[in-house]
């Protein structure tokens, strides 16, 4: 079975600063679907960015990009220029292409200091 | 448009109740998703329909759970004979198609057994 790994906890960052948040999964697949979901206090899980594995260049939406490791299986998300909206939990998540329900990992609540 | 909504938003009830939850999708999204989501986890997946067909329960934890999607649309998931354990917030998702990969995500219900 899939597993997804978040080793942070919490992060915390500046405003305007950038904020790096770490995921590892591991699987035996070659292609599936990586996730970045955002769940501010209110609970609704909104999706930030994707990247299809089979694609060697990384995802980008907006000031949210991501570190695809496909051999070390690592899928971090960088945050640029932080905002005070960018609080909340964020979770990473793992697709395989032949299966349609996510695997979260355990989350990493980021805190923005004004 | 609407997004997925979720009813009720709390519930809480007495241990041995049974409770239902319900979940309207975005109209037209043929899968729904339920999850469960423990306090500072991620959320773990309990079922998937396609239309009105359930075609994996695999992550339901007992057969205490139940859910169903009649007329493809609407689902409840109900919860028999209600244990602490069972406390926690359960997450509705819905998505266009098969080879969609975005869930859009409802409010969610969080469920305290006392």
């Known amino acids: 079975a899939q597993t997804v790994t978040q080793s942070q906890p919490e992060m915390s960052v500046q405003e305007a600063e950038t904020v790096t948040l770490s995921c590892t999964y591991d699987t035996s697949e070659s292609d599936y679907y990586l996730f970045w979901y955002k769940q501010p206090p209110s609970r609704q899980m909104i999706l930030v960015i994707r990247q299809e594995a089979y694609k060697q260049q990384n995802a980008t939406e907006n000031r949210f990009s991501v570190n695809f490791q496909k051999a070390a299986k690592s899928f971090s998300l960088k945050i640029s220029d932080s905002q005070l909206g960018d609080a909340a939990m964020y979770f990473c998540a793992y697709k395989s292409r032949g299966a349609q329900k996510l695997v979260f990992g355990q989350g990493t609540r980021l805190t923005i200091n004004p | 448009g609407a997004g997925v909504s979720q009813s009720p938003r709390y519930k809480v009830a007495k241990r041995g109740q049974d409770v239902a939850l319900r979940c309207d999708p975005i109209s037209g999204h043929v899968s729904l998703f339920w999850y469960q989501q423990a306090l500072g986890q991620g959320p773990e997946f309990l079922t998937y329909?396609?239309?009105?067909?359930?075609?994996?329960k695999s992550g339901l934890p007992s057969d205490r759970f139940f859910a169903e999607r009649p007329e493809g649309s609407v689902s409840t998931l109900k919860i028999q004979r209600t244990q602490q354990e069972d406390s926690a917030v359960y997450l509705c998702?819905?998505?266009?198609?098969?080879?969609?990969?975005?869930?859009?995500f409802g409010p969610g219900t969080r469920l305290t057994v006392l």
């Open positions: 329909f396609q239309n009105e067909a359930q075609l994996d």
């Open positions: 998702a819905s998505s266009p198609g098969l080879a969609a990969n975005e869930q859009f």
